[in-house]
């Protein structure tokens, strides 16, 4: 069985460098240069086996998404990554379990051009937390806080397919690749939190369900916020697989979406529409932010259709 | 039981704000502004419950341990203290035991004007891992790669005693406060590291054993070191605890000291005696660097006398 210093020598091995990156992996801290005029961006995130995912995930499926989700944040302040470290705690210092968690880790951080500049290994029950780091343009960051009432509501992609896998893994019945695939693998909005600098006033990855999500944007603004639930962008793998009824609950709080939800004034639409369209990514106003506090839901059918909801809570866990 | 937001509020409500936190706890991410002509310090470690520190260790402590074993590492680069993440996964949500760790944790913050800017809290086995973020002046950080053959071997404060507490909880017998105090509140030598920029040619935090972190350092520079036992620095407290045979390995591989190790050219001795003397630091050559590679020991009665010493291995655990 590898040491510490051995696996840290494995993982030295793959990463790539980047300009910036004075000194990377392999002394006491990273030495990193940030571009004069811009701000720092730092995000924080652990996924724990069993919580935030099946304890048989495959190695590289984490990987990806212990990177995946801290990248998200990044996107959801539209910032540009470009450095992480990376804190993994493993039951046992197996090198196979390390190179193909690597597999997917690095897959994705080449992606995005990131480099992973420090870290540390331990033993203990399976965890990674992952600090990333971006730069923004001082002043244009997107922030929670800057939503107004009258301003659109929208959300990038589709919703609920991660939710609906997690639905199908509990219920160990029949389950779809394609909305496992969107559990494992989500994909950070990177780009288009790129294309909203200037257009959205607030925004928020989508990681606990766009009720809790869009509730801290509401909290942080001061405004409430009116959702017609007959607009939630659905995919038609989800739509095979669950009814209206099943998927709005999933939709609103299942969490794990890794979409953008932000707000802008109407007059902004089109531009939106535009500079999402040039980064491939779609995008749907799900509805309106009102002066009253409170995020209501709307149905097409009637408010008396509405499911209740409750943002996804870390430690209920999956099980 | 609180949730996770309702954990974060207790945090958030207990954090100190610096002028270069643009936005702290509470969006997506932190923004943070780093000086002009500095370069960013980013270290990383994880501390868990049985392998980092007994079990029963106070969660005032462990709060103090965690930030201290990660400014130690900045203080090994010559950084000055700006910012963390804390990524923090626990059993339950017990708010006092959040409050008992927040006490140590925020006052070793608050003596480094250390800023809590973001991280996490989930549910698992316990376990912390801090992300530091420090700032120094465009290359002027310590390395470990500068050290050269004729260069002074120098240790701060003393060695052995956090080791000394370890051996002692192990043997379930007599132990003493002093030393357990040592291996419970490390001091991270900030001020220390500081005052070696442009003094130090190399220089190293000894988390893991003098043997093995100097090992790092000659490797890094491709030299070799004969180290004096003879001279090592001892406590008092310690040499009252342990006789010369059962000191030598705690010092040289016990971890935990958390002081820095740094080389020197003679020349810059006196130098580093008055600037570490002005920030109440004492210090103590033990050797000097060889152009032969390997690190070798040397007693005052001969070297048949030396202890065979191995590197702290993390996967080996205090149990």
Request: aromatic residues 6%.
């Amino acid at each position: 069985m590898p040491g510490e210093f051995v696996l840290i020598d494995r993982i030295r091995a793959r990463v790539r460098a980047r300009a910036d990156v004075v000194l990377g992996i392999g002394d006491d801290a990273a030495l990193l240069r940030v571009p004069a005029g811009h701000e720092l961006v730092v995000s924080c995130d652990t996924l724990v086996s069993g919580v935030h995912f099946p304890a048989e995930t495959a190695p590289a499926d984490i990987g990806w998404k212990a990177l995946a989700v801290n990248l998200s944040d990044l996107a959801a302040m539209g910032a540009t990554p470009a450095w992480c470290t990376l804190a993994l705690t493993l039951p046992d210092a197996d090198g196979d379990w390390v190179d193909a968690f690597l597999d997917g880790f690095l897959e994705l951080a080449e992606q995005h051009d990131v480099a992973l500049v420090g870290g540390d290994t331990t033993g203990g029950p399976l965890s990674i937390t992952i600090t990333a780091h971006g730069v923004v343009p001082e002043g244009q960051a997107l922030r929670r806080d800057g939503a107004r009432a009258g301003d659109e509501v929208w959300v990038t992609g589709s919703l609920g397919d991660a939710a609906g896998a997690l639905a199908q893994w509990r219920a160990r019945g029949p389950s779809s690749a394609k909305l496992r695939h969107r559990l494992d693998r989500p994909t950070p909005r990177i780009e288009a939190g790129l294309a909203l600098r200037g257009l959205a006033t607030a925004a928020i990855d989508l990681s606990d369900g766009l009720a809790a999500d869009l509730g801290h944007v509401l909290a942080a603004s001061g405004v409430g916020a009116r959702i017609d639930l007959g607009r939630l962008p659905t995919s038609r793998t989800l739509a095979d697989h669950f009814d209206e009824a099943q998927r709005w609950p999933l939709q609103l709080s299942g969490g794990d979406d890794y979409e953008l939800c932000f707000t802008a004034p109407a007059s902004a639409a089109f531009a939106i529409e535009q500079a999402l369209a040039a980064c491939d990514v779609t995008a749907t106003v799900v509805g309106v932010l009102v002066a009253q506090p409170g995020l209501h839901f709307t149905t097409p059918e009637g408010d008396d259709h509405v499911p209740s909801v409750a943002g996804y809570q870390h430690f209920q866990g999956v099980h």
